[in-house]
Structures are given as C-alpha cells and as structure tokens.
C-alpha cells in the first residue's frame, strides 16, 4: 500500500478558509480538499488541477463514494456565529438556515474557480432531520431551549458497512454546541442515508433557490456517548482494516469527562435501543465506543489523543491514513495543509505514528 502513496502532499495556499477535510478518489490519482468555501482539487504530487466556488455556506468533511466515483461533503448554510463568519468573508448577507450533503463530480473539476451553481459540477440533498433539529426550539424547566441535541448543523461525513443490514451507508455527523449547562449535548448523533436512494432529490443549490428537496428523515439515527465536545464530529472516517469508524473532535469542556480529541466508534457492535442519558425519557439507537486507548473510569468513555484529524482524515487500507496537518493565517487569509501519511498502531495516547520512508 505504502509504496504507492507519496509520504506526503502539499496543498499549496488558498482563501478561502481552513482546511476542513480531505479525499481521494478511486484510483488515488486525485486528491481533494476542502478549504471552507472552496473545494480543491489536486494531483497526488501536489499539483493543482481545478477548484469550485460559489456555495455561500461552510463546506465541511469529505468522503468518496467508491459506489458512483463522486465526492461527498456536508455543507452548512446557517446565521450562527460560525456562519456569519463565513458570509462576512464572503461578502454575502443573511441565508435561510439549511443543511445539505453536496455531491461533486470529481471528473468535470478541471480548471481553477468552476461555479457551484453554474458549471454542473455540484448538486445537493436536503437534510429535514438535521436542519429540524438544529431549528428545534422549546421550553424546558421554565427555561428556553434551542437546537435538540445540542445540534449546531452537520459536519463529519463517510461510508461505512450498514449496521442493520447489507451495503454501505452514508453517515453524517452533527456538529453539537458546547454548553456546559445542558445534560442533552453529550452524544454524538450520526444520521445514516443509502446513497442511491438520495439521487431522486439531487438538485443544483444556488442564492435564489436554497431548496428543500430531500428525504423526509434519515434511514437511521444513531448516539455516540462521548461527553459534549465543541462543535461535535469534525471529521468522520470509517477505516477498512479495522472495521472502525474515527471521530476527530474538537475537545470539550465539561469538567465530568475526559474531553478527549478522537473517539472511535466499534464497527462489530451493532446498536442497541436504550434511554439516552441526560434526555429524559427520549430512547434511541445507541452505537459503541471501542474499549480501547485512554479509558475514563468515571464516564464510561475511551478515546484517544491526537493532534491530528479534526481538519481532515483519510483512511486507505492496511492500516494506513492521511492526515491534515494545517496551517493558517487568518490575518491576511492565507490557508495551506501538508497531508502527511500515517500508520496505525493503536498506542496510547496517540494511535498513529508517521511513516518516514
């Protein structure tokens, strides 16, 4: 495996944003990434190949699709502080608060700054279940609540085995508030699609048409019990040697749990249907943490240490992964990663170590 990957690739620098994810394709001739309102495409050398503008949200995690040879992101069009961060660096005013899964064709992305809405290189499928929750508001204990689950919008995404039947399943992490005073924030909480059943509601999102065509709900919705974390999943990744499924967070705050920067999901435990803790008397399809790397005795929690993944991950079999590792500067707005390959070793703290030749 290692033979054929470069040791690592330089992004070049962009203006978009940050690093917030990574691909390859098929037959590993391309690399892409996505740099908050720009996708990029690369060869495996580094060199530039083409790019695509014009969403006016936050393009987050990206997955390849081994199924159809496209590229899958999440996308975040919202009015939140992260949002309106984006618009201002886009010059853009409000936009109706929408989440989607946008679909790129790798193929036709061959020159710089192809329009999202315009060159028929992008569409995108509604999220109801995901924008729904992040517009839940109620009151509870004579105290107004917003965002069920804490759900800040979406932002992890991959392809992993179906945990209730056959075939592969897109999954899509929410992006999950950090509040301390809540019990109701302390899940992740991963929506599971059937890619082929979503290519009925694809269709092109542009500034005037911020669209709804989507499932009613997703086929599935699973719970991950981390402890709350900042803004969830930022990249989510199922790993083929190990039948696992990495989560690289941005580490929480509440002082009861381990707070750790990547929790990993085991792929042979299949969900179980229990009460969630913390949401009253809701119940829901809970996923299991794999019984490995750092153990919280206290919380119940495991994960791992690693200052790596939450600006994009790559798993690529027998045991090898890209990483981001990003650099930024938001002063003058200039934004580059080296994505350097790793092994998997399973130590702990840090579970991968760099390969030097």
């Not at 936009?95 to 992305?109: C, L, P, Q, R, S």
């Not at 290189?121 to 992040?134: C, I, K």
């Not at 019990?183 to 599971?192: G, K, P």
Request: aromatic fraction near 12%; proline fraction near 3%; glycine fraction near 10%.
């Amino acid at each position: 495996m290692k033979q054929n990957l470069p040791l690592s690739i330089y992004t070049g620098i962009f203006h978009g944003g940050h690093i917030q994810g990574i691909a390859i394709d098929k037959e590993r001739n391309y690399i892409y990434c996505s740099f908050t309102t720009e996708l990029v495409k690369l060869d495996m050398q580094g060199n530039f190949i083409g790019s695509v503008k014009g969403f006016t949200g936050h393009l987050g995690c990206l997955a390849y699709n081994a199924e159809d040879g496209r590229i899958y992101a999440s996308l975040e069009y919202k009015n939140d502080m992260i949002g309106k961060s984006i618009l201002n660096h886009l010059g853009v005013g409000e936009v109706k608060n929408a989440f989607y899964v946008a679909i790129f064709d790798g193929e036709k992305i061959t020159k710089p700054d192809m329009s999202a809405e315009k060159d028929g290189v992008m569409t995108t499928v509604w999220l109801r279940e995901a924008t729904e929750d992040y517009l839940a508001a109620w009151e509870e204990n004579g105290k107004e609540m917003q965002h069920r689950h804490g759900c800040s919008g979406i932002d992890g995404i991959t392809f992993a085995p179906n945990f209730e039947g056959e075939g592969m399943r897109m999954l899509v992490a929410y992006g999950i508030y950090s509040e301390n005073d809540r019990t109701d924030n302390d899940y992740q909480v991963l929506l599971s699609y059937d890619a082929n059943a979503l290519k009925p509601y694809e269709a092109v999102l542009t500034k005037e048409n911020i669209h709804t065509s989507g499932p009613d709900h997703a086929e599935n919705k699973y719970f991950v019990f981390t402890g709350n974390t900042n803004f969830g999943v930022q990249n989510l990744e199922y790993d083929p040697y190990t039948g696992d499924i990495f989560m690289a967070v941005y580490r929480g705050r509440k002082p009861q749990y381990p707070n750790l920067s990547m929790y990993v999901i085991d792929g042979k435990c299949t969900p179980r249907e229990e009460t969630l803790v913390g949401c009253g008397a809701e119940k829901g399809k809970v996923l299991t943490l794999k019984k490995s790397g750092i153990s919280h005795e206290e919380s119940g929690v495991y994960g791992y240490e690693f200052k790596f993944g939450s600006t994009g991950i790559i798993a690529l079999g027998d045991g090898y992964f890209y990483f981001s590792e990003n650099r930024e500067n938001y002063q003058i707005k200039e934004y580059e990663s080296t994505i350097r390959l790793y092994r998997y070793t399973g130590e702990i703290p840090a579970p991968f170590s760099p390969v030097s030749e």
